[in-house]
């Protein structure tokens, strides 16, 4: 087995799910979190409707003042519902691009030609270890690989919430703690103090972590850039030979 070989099935195996990722979640799952504040307005707009179409008694004590105070309070509470669902659905798709990544790394390593054992399971330490053993490539001297070890960190807080990675994390990427819609809402305010000194509780309801679209993009393009430097470092090996006994 050659690092030609290799190369070939980085580049046309093992990054094809990493690729279908980037290219559709952005294309079909995060637009249909678009204009929550137009879609709020018209949830509003219906539950008016509802209301006001809706047989008038006898006594006559529809109050129309009241049925708009109820299409807010249906708009506000759909909007808000919406924000917390997108900001969950960001952070997992945060943690399982990070958890797609360990296990195309780990798929090279099952290939038939190799004959040694694939790592037991494939955590990125144990997979790691095991690219510097068989294959001689250590992954921590990437350039990527700074950003893999921040989605690691980010998919542990997403998962576990407070923790070491969460505390980490906090240190190298504070604006990940940060609401943004708050900052935006109260720029003369400053929250950064309160936000990193708040214990990350739940990530999972949408809460504490807030992955933007931005962010995720990065670390799907940084993803990408990874495998593309493993993939580089066997085309420059492409005649040497890692087959095992």
């Given at each position: 087995m050659t690092g030609g070989y290799l190369n070939s099935q980085v580049r046309h195996r093992v990054i094809r799910p990493i690729e279908a990722f980037r290219?559709?979640?952005?294309?079909?799952?995060?637009?249909?979190?678009?204009?929550?504040?137009d879609r709020a307005t018209q949830v509003g707009n219906e539950h008016y409707g509802m209301l006001v179409s809706?047989?008038?008694g006898d006594d006559c004590d529809s109050d129309v003042s009241g049925f708009a105070e109820d299409?807010?309070?249906?708009?506000?509470?759909?909007?808000?519902?919406?924000r917390s669902l997108r900001q969950t659905m960001?952070?997992?798709?945060?943690?399982?691009?990070?958890?797609l990544t360990e296990q195309q790394l780990a798929a090279l390593c099952h290939d038939g030609g190799f004959g040694v054992l694939h790592p037991p399971n494939p955590r990125l330490d144990d997979v790691a270890k095991w690219y510097g053993i068989h294959l001689r490539l250590d992954l921590k001297s990437l350039p990527a690989w700074?950003?893999?070890?921040?989605?690691?960190?980010?998919?542990?807080?997403v998962k576990?919430?407070?923790?070491?990675?969460?505390?980490?994390?906090?240190?190298?990427?504070p604006?990940?703690?940060?609401?943004?819609?708050?900052?935006?809402?109260?720029?003369?305010?400053?929250?950064?103090?309160?936000f990193l000194n708040k214990t990350v509780a739940a990530?999972?309801?949408?809460?504490?972590?807030?992955?933007?679209?931005?962010?995720?993009?990065?670390?799907?393009?940084?993803?990408?850039?990874?495998?593309?430097e493993i993939a580089d470092h066997f085309a420059a090996h492409a005649d040497e030979n890692y087959y095992y006994k």
């Open positions: 290219e559709y979640i952005f294309r079909d799952v995060v637009p249909q979190f678009a204009n929550l504040n809706q047989p008038v299409a807010q309070d249906q708009a506000i509470g759909w909007y808000e519902m919406m960001l952070n997992l798709l945060a943690a399982g691009l990070f958890h700074s950003l893999i070890n921040e989605l690691r960190m980010l998919a542990n807080t576990h919430a407070e923790g070491s990675s969460s505390r980490h994390l906090k240190a190298k990427r604006e990940l703690f940060c609401d943004p819609s708050l900052m935006r809402a109260f720029p003369d305010i400053e929250f950064r103090d309160y990530p999972l309801a949408g809460d504490d972590v807030f992955v933007t679209e931005d962010l995720l993009k990065q670390y799907a393009e940084g993803v990408g850039s990874f495998f593309g």
